[in-house]
Structures are given as C-alpha cells and as structure tokens.
C-alpha cells in the first residue's frame, strides 16, 4: 500500500500544470468592459498600431486615432469565438482584447483551444489584457450560447471526480458558484420567453460572470465528458463533410447524455475487460478522419493496474458525494433544457436531427481519445465501459 501511495500522491492534474500562466509579461487580471473603443483607449494611446480580427467594419478603430496594422502590433483585437481567439494569440503583440460573441467561458483566461492535424488540443498563452462583452453583439444563435454556459456545470463535477481520483481537496467553490449561475439564468430566461433582446442581455452578463469563473480554474474548458464527446462529434462531421452545430448545442446535447450515463455506471460499477487502444485506434482512423499516427498520440494509455485499483477503491469510497453532486446536475440540467428548447424559433422541434442518435454513443465511446481529460469519461473507458459502443 505503501508503494501505491508513493506512486500516486505525486499525481495533479496535468492540464492545471500545463495551464499555469505562461506569460510573466501580461497583465495579472484581466480587465472587463461593455464596448471596444474604451478597451481599446484603455490599453494604447491614441495612434497606436492595432490588429482587428474578425470585424466586418474597422472604421471605428481609424476614427478613435488609431492605425490599422496586419502582424505586429501594439494591439491584436479579435473578434469571434474559439478560432478568431487562437489567431489573434498567434499574432506578435504588447496586449491582446477579446470580444466573445460566442465562447464566453474562454475569453479571458490564458488557455484557448486550437485544432492541430483535426485534433483539438489545449494549449496556454498570453493572458487577455481586456475582454469585452457587448451586450449588442452576442451571436445570434442564443440556445447555444445558454448550452456553454450550462455546459459548465458538468464540467465542474469532472473537475471534483479528478481531485478525489487524485487525493486533492474539493474546495467546491467553483461548483457552487457555477451552479447559482446555471440555476440564475435557467429562471431568467424563463421569465423572458421569446423577448430576444433581453435574452442576449442576459445570455451576455451571465457570459461574463462564466468568463471569470473559468479564469481562475481554466481545466473547467476540457474536464467535461460532454466537451470530449461533442469534440468526437465535430470529428466525425468533419471527416464525412457534413456541417455540425454549435459548440454550446453539442455540449448541452451531450451534456444529458453523458450526466445520464455517469448516473447508471456509479450505481453499478462492476469490473470489466480492459480497453483495446489497437481497436480504438482504427475506428479513429476510419471514423474521424485522423491521421494514424496522431490517433497513437492522442489515444490515452492504459492504467497500470496499480492506479485503476486504486481509482476503483476511491469511486467506492466518494460513491455518495459523487452521486449526490450528480443529482444535483441532472436537475439543474432537466430545468434548463426546457429553456435551450424554446430559445430556437421552432421551439426545439430541430433538435430532432440537430444530432444524428446513432451517432452519440460512438462519438462517447471514442470521446476520451480525442480530448485528454481526466473525466468519469476517461476513467469509464479504463474500466472498459465504452468498448461495446466502438465500431
């Protein structure tokens, strides 16, 4: 026991390591504002050079004093979601703004997710100078915008799973504050059915408040098995050409799923074969579209049989805290799911093929091999739970 204990007493979580702020330059906190120009004024003199991505109309930049620049700049402003924030860290820049019309959760901490040969990956940069939430230019496809931030919910129970498979303390803090958010805007969007301006005022305050939870603990944009699972989806749609949703759509879609199935496997986990990488692998391969050679890196290996007891006695162990969270989850989740219905124009009616079902379980089987994470997920496939799922 002792060897076991000297073996895993070590273990953190590794995206906490690799996310730790990598940038001793930038700014320590971020600042937040409701418009651009005031951002920008905040972080350059006027004459400035400034980067503008994502933006159908730069004219406001060129009137507030300002020079217009591509590459290196005094200034890099992006504009967007998840694909317009990795460029703009890509650019050589003093200080970076960001203003989220989607992805609210990412826009003010050091991680952003970035793809690298079709498989999304984690990475750590520059934290944003400012982040700026306009609550007149929110995306317009508000039940995905609702669906990231109730995404988060699950997140933080993974995030709980992974400190007590690892022996850390649960402080819970993030979970209790995520949940008063969840709970907060599932009652006010209720209240405001069908009035569209107050919804995106709503969606983008509680964007905000979401943005600087996840500053503090950036892992809660990976720890989900709905993230992973709706990761695997959008492989899948890419390689047969077909369009996918919305990050916030998948992950509140998968979100019910995968909560559904964490409930039915603590209540009775019994041990099973131990998973086939090699199979894994090819259905990878065939599957998703990923080259072989990067579907080997990102498969997760097999636990030695040292830390999977250990896992196991630990999930016996915290079975009533994890399960009592769960509940917690799934409630929350049931109540907002009424809302991310009715906040499409048909009222939810396209959610019917939003998501192809007999896609989902091969797309859960196959979701902890293409975004690492420490989740009920990962651990689910250790124990061989997914495997009859793999095609």
């Known amino acids: 026991m002792n060897k076991a204990w000297d073996f895993f007493r070590d273990e953190r979580d590794r995206n906490?390591?690799?996310?730790?702020?990598?940038?001793?330059?930038?700014?320590?906190?971020?600042?937040?504002?409701?418009?651009?120009?005031?951002?920008?004024?905040a972080a350059a003199p006027d004459g400035s050079s400034v980067c503008a991505i994502g933006f159908d109309n730069t004219d406001f930049i060129l009137?507030?004093?300002?020079?217009l620049a591509d590459g290196e700049c005094d200034v890099c402003i992006a504009?967007?979601?998840?694909?317009?924030?990795?460029?703009?860290?890509?650019t050589i820049h003093k200080k970076l703004i960001l203003l989220p019309t989607h992805d609210y959760p990412a826009a003010a901490c050091t991680a952003f997710r970035t793809e690298v040969k079709s498989f999304a990956v984690l990475s750590s940069g520059?934290?944003?100078?400012?982040?700026?939430?306009?609550?007149?230019?929110?995306?317009?496809?508000?039940?995905?915008?609702?669906?990231?931030?109730?995404?988060?919910?699950?997140?933080a129970f993974d995030a709980e799973f992974c400190a007590r498979m690892t022996g850390r303390r649960v402080s819970g803090d993030n979970a209790t504050q995520i949940a008063e958010l969840v709970t907060e805007l599932t009652a006010e969007l209720k209240q405001i059915d069908k009035?569209?301006?107050?919804?995106?005022?709503?969606?983008?305050?509680?964007?905000?408040?979401?943005?600087?939870?996840?500053?503090a603990t950036p892992e809660l944009l990976s720890s989900s098995g709905a993230a992973q699972a709706a990761e695997a989806y959008r492989m899948l749609?890419?390689?047969?050409?077909?369009?996918?949703?919305?990050?916030?759509?998948?992950?509140m879609i998968f979100g019910a799923y995968v909560t559904d199935f964490y409930i039915k496997s603590l209540s009775s986990m019994q041990p099973n074969f131990p998973p086939d990488n090699n199979r894994r692998i090819d259905s990878i391969t065939?599957?998703?579209?990923?080259?072989?050679?990067?579907?080997?890196?990102?498969?997760?290996?097999?636990?030695?049989?040292?830390?999977?007891?250990?896992?196991?006695?630990?999930?016996?162990?915290f079975k009533g805290e994890l399960l009592r969270t769960l509940t917690g989850v799934a409630r929350r989740r049931s109540e907002a799911w009424?809302?991310?219905?009715?906040?499409?124009?048909?009222?939810?009616?396209?959610?019917?093929?939003?998501?192809?079902?007999?896609?989902?379980?091969?797309?859960?089987a196959l979701a902890p091999d293409v975004l690492r994470s420490d989740s009920l997920l990962s651990f689910l496939k250790q124990a061989g739970k997914l495997e009859k799922y793999v095609i």
């Not at 906490?16 to 004024?41: I, N, Q, R, W």
């Not at 504009?79 to 890509?90: D, K, L, S, V």
């Not at 983008?204 to 500053?215: M, S, T």
């Open 237 to 251: 749609c890419a390689a047969e050409q077909r369009p996918s949703c919305m990050r916030g759509e998948l992950e």
């Open 338 to 364: 009424q809302v991310f219905k009715r906040l499409y124009p048909d009222d939810g009616y396209c959610l019917k093929t939003l998501v192809d079902k007999t896609d989902a379980p091969l797309c859960v």
């Open 79 to 90: 504009r967007g979601g998840a694909a317009e924030f990795a460029t703009a860290r890509r």
């Open 195 to 215: 009035d569209v301006c107050a919804q995106k005022t709503a969606l983008v305050r509680a964007g905000r408040r979401a943005a600087q939870i996840v500053a």
């Open 16 to 41: 906490t390591a690799a996310l730790a702020d990598a940038a001793p330059d930038g700014p320590t906190e971020t600042l937040f504002f409701s418009d651009s120009l005031t951002a920008l004024k």
């Open 286 to 317: 065939s599957n998703l579209g990923a080259d072989v050679r990067r579907a080997c890196v990102h498969v997760s290996p097999i636990y030695p049989p040292q830390k999977l007891m250990l896992h196991e006695y630990r999930i016996k162990e």
């Open 126 to 155: 520059k934290r944003p100078f400012a982040v700026v939430f306009d609550e007149t230019d929110a995306h317009d496809n508000h039940a995905s915008l609702f669906g990231e931030i109730v995404a988060l919910d699950l997140a």
């Open 63 to 67: 009137r507030a004093g300002f020079r």
